[in-house]
């Protein structure tokens, strides 16, 4: 896949979550506007393809949409700080961001979806409060957890749980 397809598939992927696909969009003209940033940033370079995408390997990983809508809000954001330093007056620059800008609007749940996360890896587990407070809200955490799987998970663990093979 060359750098274009590449750059218009992740755009596209992204606008496609966000429901952003409208007539309003044109992709035709975000795929010239693409073009022109590759040109501003040199992207024809032979170190582009190194390592492989930066982006869509990612996304792979990610199979429900509320799961996708999270990782593009970031996807969307590391695009508006690549831009943040290019010239504005160029027409194609302030075309992109603005349509990012719009997508990050909509994907807004994801990107505070993702700071919880954040901020979820940062508690201090060995801190005895934490602790306690955690222990207290374990029955209802398991219990949420429940709810979340598939009926046929529950069976398949109880038919395992039951069964002494």
């Not at 429900?64 to 010239?87: A, G």
């Not at 029955?139 to 069976?155: C, I």
Request: glycine share 4%; hydrophobic share 35%.
């Amino acid at each position: 896949m060359t750098f274009q397809t590449y750059s218009l598939f992740v755009l596209s992927i992204i606008m496609i979550y966000s429901g952003r696909v409208e007539n309003r969009l044109n992709l035709l003209q975000l795929q010239d506007d693409i073009d022109k940033l590759k040109a501003d940033f040199n992207s024809s370079r032979s170190d582009v393809g190194d390592g492989g995408p930066i982006f869509t390997e990612r996304l792979s990983n990610w199979t429900e949409r509320n799961e996708k809508r999270i990782i593009l809000s970031q996807i969307v954001s590391m695009y508006l700080k690549i831009l943040e330093n290019t010239d504005k007056s160029k027409a194609h620059v302030r075309n992109i961001s603005e349509e990012l800008h719009t997508l990050k609007e909509s994907l807004s749940d994801g990107s505070k979806k993702m700071e919880y996360l954040r901020n979820l890896t940062e508690l201090q587990v060995n801190d005895s409060k934490i602790q306690r407070k955690a222990v207290n809200e374990l029955f209802s955490v398991l219990q949420k957890l429940g709810d979340t799987t598939s009926p046929y998970a529950r069976k398949r663990s109880l038919f395992q749980r039951q069964c002494k093979c």
